[in-house]
């Protein structure tokens, strides 16, 4: 086992390497062995502009590990986040970096994997695109936060085909949420309520894309929502062109798809929201607002988003407020919670 060690120790002389082939903004600097705890600082591993961070966040009443985005000083929007449907972790939980993956621990209860590696980890990364990513000893990528998403992809990341975004629960909460998005692998992008089968009868909105087999949903660098079919750009969502969904359109600049962003640039958000509506944020980091640029479906009648009232209750639009009406015979099974079930009275 020595020659072993000392192996890793010259690899490792100062616990920095730089990844092959990538600029200084991906320094793979988390090295193994490398914790964080939730309630001591750091509590999160940032990206070098200070923008991103992967770690402990706050929520339910204890701790999620994901990734966010720091819109304003002291305001951070969530873009990934773990085992999201686990309860929270309590303040003497642990995350490492170990060979096997990203290890969460927590006293008294069992140790879990973030992640699922093939090949043994040996340094992470938090890159200025937002994407986390675990590198194997050669630094070739083993783990990325960006091919596992939530309910967000941000400029730089896609959604592959055979994949969904899920909607968070409220905007409080990110565990799964009632709707999703997904990139089938007919071609067709297409939105579902939930526990549902992916048939025409459930979808709420469609891209009318199948019949063009591997397709994934892009959000490029300038904001630009789109379907690519290996080597060309089919469809611009981000324009209202009917016609794109069947025509090969010359995209050479696809090529040039990178994850640069600077300090000055905007990042682009393409998050599945609460209601189901897909919305396309713009996040300006040199005044740090964020601005509504696009969304799917675009309709003023929420009544549209199948799924949004319960089981036995139906829904109104009011003022363009959305209202879930019980039927005759039900009453709501909680009352503050609009769109949900109704029981029999
Ligand atoms: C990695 O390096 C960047 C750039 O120097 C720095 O901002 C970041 O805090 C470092 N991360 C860790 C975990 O040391
Ligand atoms: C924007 O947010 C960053 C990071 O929190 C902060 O350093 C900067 O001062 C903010 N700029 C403005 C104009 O508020
Ligand atoms: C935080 O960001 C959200 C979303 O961009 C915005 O609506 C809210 O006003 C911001 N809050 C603060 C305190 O800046
Ligand atoms: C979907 O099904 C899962 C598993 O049965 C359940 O936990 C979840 O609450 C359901 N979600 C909705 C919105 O009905
Ligand atoms: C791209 O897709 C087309 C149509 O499905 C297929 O004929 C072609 O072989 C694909 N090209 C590559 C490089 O995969
Ligand atoms: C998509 O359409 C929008 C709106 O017309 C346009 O601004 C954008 O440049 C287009 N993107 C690409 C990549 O063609
Ligand atoms: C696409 O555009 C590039 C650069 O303008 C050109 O070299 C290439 O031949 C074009 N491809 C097709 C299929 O038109
Ligand atoms: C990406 O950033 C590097 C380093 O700042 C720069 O040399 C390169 O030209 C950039 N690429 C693009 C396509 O902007």
Redo the contacts with the bound molecule.
Sequence with gaps: MAPVMFYVLLLFPFGLQLARGADESRVANITLGSSILPATNPTAWFSPSGRFAFGFYSEDGGFYVGVWLQ???????VIWTANRDDAPVSEDAMLKLTEQGLLLTQKDKEDRFITNLQVGASTASMLDSGNFIIYDANFESQWESFSNPTDTIISGQTLQAGHELISSISETSHSSGRFRLRMQGDGNLVSYPVNTTDTAENAYWASSSDGLPFISLNLDNHGSLYLFQNESRICNLTSNNQNCYHSSTNTSDLANTNNNLSMTDLIYRATLNVDGILQL?A?DLES???KVLFEIPETNDKCVIKGTCGFNSYCTSMDEKLVCMCFPGFVYIDANKNGLDANRI
Excluded: A, K
């Design positions: 819109t304003s000083p002291g305001n951070n929007t944020y996040h740090n607002t964020s």
